[in-house]
């Protein structure tokens, strides 16, 4: 384990590094996200031993946008035989942005989990198995990873997606055109749409991070709330899969799996070690926090985080 009085030092200099930058732009093409404060910026490492540290505006909630890919990830895996949802989404990085409407994989399915079209049919899957329950019991599912009882959902946000999110509804019906729903499209962009809006602070995030580190436990000798079987399937994805189109640059940079979301949050997970979160809500045009990637890649450089250092 690493040292605490090392992480603290570590972490202060990257906040402070990080935060002089002032680059990116707010995700105005939703709404509700571009009149957030700019200049928030919380960064949290908890290690699997529930020793958490933490800078910066740490109690700032923010909606998880796609980080919620992760928890649904999760999820379908944990409920969900595998041979079904590798008949609807795959497992290869598509080197395109989350959002594109990109034609399916040679087997006629989403790329991934990672990006919208695998999300979307993930989200379709969890209406199957969860029935009219889907967003009670997801959402349940996706706290209790956190070792929280619940997740607010930030209505204001969810209408703005449902109102504007036509990109998101070509995807819908794309998935619908090549029978990969069973569901009504309205019904499952809802169920999606309504993970994205879900919210919690770098604290929660870096928490969950720690039990995808911790083999699905959380953190300090907590309860299993994930199969291991379940962690490493999803950890492999989001190394690969995780960062987009910048996947590739991440993994030799940064060798770490990942999760962006467009609200300028980072989930960032060191096997066996640390979750770590960032939250800053100017975005690259990857949909990424610009201070967020800057400071974990500080962080990985400075402490050694490299898979394969």
């Keep these: 384990m690493r040292q605490e009085e090392t992480i603290r030092q570590v972490l202060q200099e990257v906040y402070e590094e990080a935060g002089a930058v002032d680059e990116g732009e707010l995700a105005g093409y939703i709404p509700q996200l571009a009149s957030v404060n700019p200049e928030f910026f919380a960064l949290s490492v908890c290690d699997t031993a529930g020793n958490c540290y933490a800078v910066g505006d740490r109690g700032q909630s923010f909606t998880l946008q796609s ?8 999820c379908v895996l944990s409920h969900c035989d595998e041979e079904r949802l590798g008949q609807r989404v795959g497992v290869e990085p598509t080197g395109e942005d989350f959002d594109s409407i990109v034609k399916l994989d040679q087997h006629r399915r989403a790329f991934n989990p990672m990006v919208n079209t695998g999300a979307i ?16 019991k997801s959402r349940s599912f996706f706290a209790s990873t956190m070792g929280v ?7 204001s946000v969810f209408e703005s997606e449902l109102a504007t999110g036509e990109r998101n509804r070509a995807i819908g019906h794309l998935l619908k055109n090549f029978k ?3 569901h009504p499209v309205k019904e499952v962009l809802e169920l999606y749409f309504a993970h994205c809006s879900l919210c919690a602070t770098t604290d929660q995030l870096a928490r969950l991070g720690a039990s995808l580190a911790n083999g699905g436990q959380l953190p300090g000798g907590g309860e299993r709330v994930l199969d291991p079987a379940v962690v490493r399937k999803v950890l492999s994805v ?3 899969c995780g960062m987009y189109n910048d996947a590739g640059r991440w ?4 060798g770490l799996p990942a999760k962006s979301g467009v609200s300028g949050c980072l989930l960032v997970v060191v096997p066996g070690e640390l979750g770590i979160a960032a939250y800053s809500p100017r975005i690259d045009n990857r949909g990424t926090s610009v201070r967020g990637l800057m400071a974990v890649r500080l962080l990985s450089e400075r402490l050694n985080l490299h898979l394969f250092a």
């Design 67 to 74: 980080v919620s890919k992760v928890l649904a990830h999760a």
């Design 121 to 136: 049919a993930i989200a379709d899957l969890l209406l199957s198995i969860y029935g009219e329950d889907a967003l009670p």
């Design 149 to 155: 009882d619940s997740l607010d959902i930030d209505q």
């Design 180 to 182: 990969l729903l069973d």
């Design 238 to 240: 989001m190394l690969s």
């Design 251 to 254: 993994i030799y940079d940064v």
